[in-house]
């Protein structure tokens, strides 16, 4: 049974930190771009950051770039995002995303979500 399971969301003041992680299973994360995403209220869901897990390559969004950084235990089958000097316009729910391309089909999974709240 595939899997994401996104973790570590919770109520944190303005300038905190959180880290939230992202577990597979019943998949390898191996040739996935694994990557998180948000939807605040009333909001559409935006990209933020991503990790390839062929070469470890990442992608910031210009929101959280310099802020967040993203990183991968990939023998775990686990993504990690760290994120500091939180702002309230951070509050959301949290998501977890594996993508991989074979040929024509496009593997996607998505995780439940996690809720981010900052408090000002």
């Known amino acids: 049974d595939v899997q994401l399971q996104a973790s570590g969301g919770g109520l944190v003041q303005a300038g905190g930190s959180l880290t939230l992680s992202c577990v597979g299973s019943?998949?390898?994360?191996?040739?996935?771009?694994i990557g998180w995403f948000r939807q605040a209220p009333g909001k559409e869901r935006e990209g933020i950051s991503c990790?390839?897990?062929?070469?470890?390559?990442?992608y910031y969004a210009d929101s959280v770039q310099g802020r967040f950084s993203i990183s991968g235990d990939f023998a775990k089958n686990t993504v990690y995002l760290q994120m500091n000097s939180l702002k309230p316009e951070d509050t959301a729910v949290y998501y977890c995303?594996?993508?991989?391309?074979?040929?024509?089909?496009?593997?996607?999974?998505w995780g439940q979500g996690t809720l981010v709240t900052v408090s000002s």
């Open positions: 019943g998949f390898p994360f191996d040739d996935y771009v």
């Open positions: 995303n594996a993508q991989r391309r074979d040929g024509v089909l496009i593997r996607d999974y």
């Open positions: 990790i390839y897990s062929s070469d470890g390559s990442t």
